[in-house]
């Protein structure tokens, strides 16, 4: 089987044709040896180094070819789901920390072509000898800026000093805030910078003026003025994310947390939830900066001012992506003032007087203890509520089957009635626990 043509691979993923950004990336990474990448958040990176590793991979090599390393499992998880849609025929496994080592290396049992992954995970399987280095040609370091932060340099010292024979380098960000450093083994590389002039057109630009120095009446307000439309509102803290999330709760705003003190399964339901409108505002630190590739997401709320520039872009690259459109709100309390590099004469938005609570979502989440290490797939979980629960197909939304459970997207109106039918039912033969997803 010949590598899959581009034309083959923009097909499986519904795409017409590569933007100038990937084409270039395209030529520039297939010519030579050491690429880095500079474009905004939202402009299609991860298929721009996709597409070159996938046509340099070689199919009667049997062992690792490819080594992704990514500063957060989201990110991961996320290149992970655009590979697999690519249609390449080609093994890809995910390595992070958050779930059981041993799944991990029982998939890198049979190696698969490309490993994607964080730093700790990768040195820890590395250092237990799980996969073999001795064919791995090509390296991305993705949002390398994140990656190289403080904290992550000895794995990512280990990690890159165990490939020895790398023939491809290849670094992307959507920023350029930190020096690479020499361990990386960088010589001359070819620096194909889409940063300048890139603050997207789409996006927009507001503050809003906060009486007290506590934001949450504002924030409350905004969202009211608002409406229901998908939004990020970012926290500097964990703390203040949980807190947050529970005054609004308790003023009838339907929302949900994220962060990195989280277990994976809480994790995945969180953002399950907010992909398939059971919610519509997701609140969160800035671990959701990165590698969170969500549609449809209109508004980001700078619950927090943002300590830097780089996490300013970071944070607005969740919305006005691939050409959809989105507003950015900082809001600022009496004793603060906008960051420098934000310009001073941002449109203020004034909030209405009367407060009108967001219309309700229109969909809950049922959680099945599921997943694909027990075979069950989409269509498996498609059928079952369909007969079982006697759902029609406009009953059933998004659908997400992780490793060991799986996320379903039930209308609200309907999904009282079908866990009743479905309490006593099997899929595939075996009694599954099935419950609202907390």
């Known amino acids: 089987m010949e590598n899959s043509s581009t034309a083959d691979i923009l097909k499986n993923l519904g795409i017409e044709k590569l933007n100038p950004m990937q084409e270039k990336a395209l030529e520039t990474i297939s010519g030579m040896s050491e690429t880095i990448l500079l474009s905004p958040t939202g402009s299609g990176k991860t298929l721009a180094f996709l597409l070159p590793l996938v046509q340099m991979m070689d199919r009667s090599v049997s062992q690792v070819q490819a080594l992704i390393i990514v500063p957060s499992r989201e990110l991961a998880i996320q290149i992970d789901g655009v590979f697999r849609k690519m249609g390449t025929g080609y093994k890809a496994t995910l390595c992070y920390g958050g779930h059981k080592r041993e799944t991990e290396e029982n998939n890198l049992t049979q190696a698969p072509a490309i490993i994607i992954g964080t730093a700790g995970r990768l040195a820890d399987h590395l250092r237990r000898g799980n996969f073999s280095t001795e064919h791995i040609k090509t390296l991305v370091l993705d949002e390398f800026d994140k990656s190289l932060e403080l904290g992550f340099l000895e794995e990512m010292k280990f990690i890159i000093g165990s490939l020895k024979g790398l023939t491809k380098r290849i670094l992307t960000s ?98 399950c939830k907010f992909r398939n409108g059971t919610v519509n505002f997701l609140i969160t630190t800035d671990l959701a900066s990165r590698g969170l590739d969500i549609p449809g997401i209109r ?140």
């Open 299 to 438: 508004y980001i709320i700078h619950y927090h001012l943002p300590a830097t520039e780089d996490v300013f872009t970071h944070r607005n690259g969740r919305t006005a992506r691939m050409e959809e459109r989105g507003t950015a709100i900082l809001i600022i309390s009496p004793d603060e003032k906008l960051p420098g590099f934000v310009d001073d004469d941002i449109e203020i938005m004034t909030l209405p007087e009367t407060d009108v609570l967001p219309e309700k979502p229109k969909w809950s989440t049922l959680f099945i203890a599921a997943g694909k290490k027990d075979k069950v797939n989409k269509i498996d979980i498609v059928g079952f509520l369909s007969h079982k629960g006697q759902l029609k197909k406009d009953d059933i939304g998004i659908i997400e089957v992780k490793d060991f459970f799986s996320f379903a997207a039930v209308r609200k109106l309907k999904v009282g009635n079908a866990l009743e039918l479905i309490k006593q039912e099997k899929i595939k033969n075996k009694k599954v626990k099935i419950e609202l997803a907390r």
């Open 174 to 271: 959507a920023t350029e805030s930190v020096m690479v450093p020499d361990f990386i083994g960088l010589t001359e590389p070819c620096k194909l910078d889409f940063l300048e002039g890139a603050a997207s057109l789409d996006l927009g630009l507001k503050q809003v003026l906060s009486d007290d120095k506590d934001k949450v009446n504002t924030l409350f307000k905004l969202l009211c003025a608002i409406g229901n439309k998908p939004s990020i509102i970012f926290c500097n803290h964990r703390e203040s994310v949980e807190r947050t999330s529970v005054l609004l709760k308790e003023k009838g705003i339907i929302n949900e947390f994220y962060h990195g003190g989280m277990e994976q399964q809480e994790r995945d339901s969180a953002l």
